[in-house]
């Protein structure tokens, strides 16, 4: 069973960066063929996909956001992180990862509980 669980600071003031981890047990981040992700959804809207890593290290982001995201991992500690430079208070969501299998397509098959973020001074 493939467990994810988002951690990180619920509260960011404007134009900090936003860390949050991803730690994944239940099997490993480096483990053919699966992609891990950070989604986010704002109050309100529907769901915003941000950026993925897949298990051989290889990222890419959505062009909105890609000069202001960085994601990347911890093989050792099975983690991956998500790092968003510059927030503002349009950053304020609930922080998803999740992972998906290429041998599905762009569905996404276990996903960690959320984490709240605000951006707020």
């Known amino acids: 069973q493939v467990q994810l669980q988002e951690s990180g600071p619920g509260l960011v003031k404007p134009s900090q960066t936003l860390s949050l981890t991803c730690t994944v047990s239940?099997?490993?981040?480096?483990?053919?063929?699966?992609?891990w992700s950070w989604i986010r959804q704002p109050p309100g809207k529907g769901l915003e996909w941000m950026a993925v890593?897949?298990?051989?290290?290889?990222?890419f982001y959505s062009p909105s956001l890609k000069s202001r995201t960085s994601i990347s991992r911890d093989t050792s500690k099975n983690q991956f992180t998500l790092q968003l430079s510059s927030v503002t208070p349009e950053g304020t969501a609930v922080y998803f990862c999740?992972?998906?299998?290429?041998?599905?397509?762009?569905?996404?098959?276990?996903w960690g509980q959320g984490t709240q973020v605000t951006v707020s001074s």
């Open positions: 999740a992972r998906g299998d290429y041998g599905v397509g762009s569905e996404f098959d276990y």
């Open positions: 890593i897949g298990y051989s290290g290889s990222t």
């Open positions: 239940g099997g490993s981040i480096t483990s053919r063929y699966y992609y």
